[in-house]
Nanobody, 121 residues
Framework: QVQLVESGGGLVQPGGSLRLSCAAS????????MGWYRQAPGKQRELVAT???????NYADSVKGRFTISRDNAKNTAYLQMGSLKPEDTAVYYC???????????????WGQGTQVTVSS
């Protein structure tokens, strides 16, 4: 069984910074993609950023230039450095990972429990 554990959320003022972490644990053979999605109240969950095992990144237009995703493959951990935060970044942020449990198995999508990020003065 795989667990994704997020940390680093909280309350920050507009213009501030936060760093989220997501650690995957369990019986893991490989992790194809790790990333972050977010869901604000009354809105659909949306992509924030993803990163492949090779380091290829993808960002939502709304966060380009402000957020940076990175990954430590040895630790099965992804990070989201968020800067120049805006009130509209307020949401629950969910870690996402596509994981292969053993050689030859199909990859499966996994989600963390979510961490709240609130940007407010």
């Amino acid at each position: 069984q795989v667990q994704l554990v997020e940390s680093g959320g909280g309350l920050v003022q507009p213009g501030g910074s936060l760093r989220l972490s997501c650690a995957a644990s369990g019986s893991i053979f490989s992790i194809y993609v790790m990333g972050w999605y977010r869901q604000a109240p009354g809105k659909q969950r949306e992509l924030v950023a993803t990163i492949t095992s090779g380091g290829t990144t993808n960002y939502a237009d709304s966060v380009k230039g402000r957020f940076t995703i990175s990954r430590d493959n040895a630790k099965n951990t992804a990070y989201l450095q968020m800067g120049s935060l805006k009130p509209e970044d307020t949401a629950v942020y969910y870690c996402y990972a596509v994981i292969v449990l053993r050689l030859g198995a199909l990859p499966n999508a996994n989600w963390g429990q979510g961490t709240q990020v609130t940007v407010s003065s």
